[in-house]
């Protein structure tokens, strides 16, 4: 069975804290994607890799960065946190390059900035 | 640009009725198409995908979508609701990269 793990369920943070958020995929998927998920708003992109060490950014990249050292693991980094950035975000793997690939997506991580 | 767009935020239903929740986009050629389910604390899950074809798509939990290319729509349905069914759910469009591009949710509600 397709599995996405994110680290925590919940976190509570201080604003300018150094925040990372993991999330780990078992299929051996080459793309993986980090979304926030805002009432009235969605799912937004923030930021997504398709490889090792590759990364691009999404719609909303800034005050974020993202880290792939290795394939099953895409990391999560909110450099000095703020109180707008308190959100739900999901993390989601796929297979290929290719379109209409089907994302899997891990539980979500609920952010609260203080 | 392309766009999707989710019409009703909110939905009421009584169990045993039906359901339809509506799904526009914008794009110049047919995109795929997906829509996921979202329960209460939950990551999504997919529903069902459209990539050609059949233009009448069957997915899990006994619910299906119709590609509409006259009207660029892609309306999910299920013929009777559960009280399980609550939950908010996503349309969302794949342009022929990795990415997809979501709506803002149709959140439903089950009343007995």
């Known amino acids: 069975d397709v599995k996405v793990t994110q680290s925590s369920r919940y976190l509570v943070k201080r604003t300018g804290e150094k925040v990372f958020l993991e999330c780990v995929q078992d299929m051996d998927h080459e793309n993986m994607f980090w979304y926030r998920q805002d009432p009235g708003l969605g799912l937004r992109l923030i930021y997504f890799s398709y490889d090792v060490k590759m990364k691009e950014k999404g719609d909303i990249p800034e005050g974020y960065s993202v880290s792939r050292e290795k394939k099953e693991r895409f990391s999560l980094i909110l450099e000095s946190a703020s109180t707008n950035q308190t959100s739900m975000y999901l993390c989601?793997?796929?297979?290929?390059?290719?379109?209409?690939?089907?994302?899997?997506f891990g539980p979500g991580t609920r952010l609260l900035v203080l | 640009a392309q766009s999707v767009t989710q019409p009703d935020i909110h939905i009421t239903v009584s169990e045993g009725a039906s359901l339809e929740l509506r799904c526009n986009y914008s794009y110049g050629a047919t995109p795929y198409l997906f829509w996921y389910v979202q329960s209460p604390g939950q990551g999504l899950q997919l529903l069902l995908k459209?990539?050609?074809?059949?233009?009448l798509v069957q997915g899990i939990k006994g619910f299906e979508a119709e590609f509409k290319r006259s009207q660029s729509s892609f309306n999910l349905r299920k013929p009777s609701v559960h009280w399980s069914d609550a939950a908010e759910y996503f349309c969302a469009l794949n342009f022929g990269n990795e990415k997809l591009t979501f709506g803002t949710g149709t959140r439903l509600t089950i009343i007995p």
């Open positions: 459209y990539f050609s074809g059949d233009t």
């Open positions: 989601a793997s796929s297979q290929n390059r290719v379109g209409g690939e089907t994302q899997y």
